[in-house]
Nanobody, 115 residues
């Protein structure tokens, strides 16, 4: 059984920074791809950033230049450094992983950007 556990969500002022972390549990699990999605109230879940095993990344246009995704060498942990946060970044952020056996989601962590 693979579980993804996120941490790092918080309340932050506009212009501030946060770092989200996600760790995958489950013996022998190693992802082919890991990423972060977010869902704001009344909106669909959307991809924020994704990284694959060779290190290639892609980002939503709205976060390019502000957010950086990274991972550990084992592809069991993924991080999202979020800088210059805007009120529009307020959402529940979900960790996502694709590996042997399918795809997995974390339970979500709340990020609120407000003054």
């Amino acid at each position: 059984q693979v579980q993804l556990v996120e941490s790092g969500g918080s309340l932050v002022q506009p212009g501030g920074s946060l770092r989200l972390s996600c760790a995958a549990s489950g013996r022998s699990f190693s992802a082919h791809a890991m990423g972060w999605y977010r869902q704001a109230p009344g909106k669909q879940r959307e991809l924020v950033a994704r990284i694959i095993v060779n290190g290639d990344t892609n980002y939503a246009d709205s976060v390019k230049g502000r957010f950086t995704i990274s991972r550990d060498k084992t592809m069991r942990k993924v991080f999202l450094q979020m800088n210059s946060l805007e009120t529009e970044d307020t959402a529940v952020y979900y960790c996502h992983a694709v590996g042997h056996g399918g795809e997995y989601w974390g339970q979500g962590t709340q990020v609120t950007v407000s003054s």
